[in-house]
């Protein structure tokens, strides 16, 4: 697959969720285009270090950083824009066949997929987190320069 294909599935997946989870209609393009983006940010740097959990992350932390900057500046909460961006990262087609390996009692290769999909859940929920972290103490500096400026 090309990467120009890569992009296009990852903009219509992020925007069809969009879509299912009634996300307004103005912002279903920027959601695409957020999803669009991590989704390339995972795609070069898992082909480039060959690690799936870092390429995850720093998607993840991609994303969720827009995420944050797009909700401030069109007034529109967080989730709107992080949970569609996210979609294409989550690890659902290797959470099925470790259910599936399960199932045909091959516990060995169930118990090894089943230990990267919790890796990669984990590293986008730590990327989410860790955002958020940056975001506040971003918030918390420029507060306090804003105080040093006025006193009163």
Same mark, same amino acid.
């Given at each position: 697959m090309t990467i120009l294909s890569q992009l296009i599935t990852s903009f219509f997946a992020t925007g069809a969720f969009g879509?299912?989870?009634n996300a307004p209609k103005e912002s279903l393009v920027k959601?695409?285009?957020i999803g669009m983006g991590g989704w390339l940010i995972y795609y070069l740097l898992e082909d480039y270090l060959d690690n799936p959990i870092v390429a995850t992350l720093a998607a993840t932390i991609f994303i969720a950083v827009l995420s944050q900057e797009l909700a401030?500046?069109?007034?529109?909460p967080v989730i709107i824009f992080s949970v569609a961006g996210i979609i294409p990262l989550v690890p659902g087609g290797l959470a099925y066949d $470790?259910?599936?390996n399960f199932v045909e009692n091959d516990y060995n290769? $169930?118990?090894a997929l089943a230990a990267k999909v919790l890796m990669l859940a984990g590293s986008i929920a730590f990327g989410l987190v860790f955002s958020e972290v940056i975001n506040q103490v971003v918030r918390k500096i420029n507060q306090h320069k804003i105080r040093l400026k006025n006193p009163l």
């Open positions: 879509i299912i989870f959601c695409g285009l401030k500046f069109y007034k529109t $470790a259910m599936r290769s $169930a118990i």
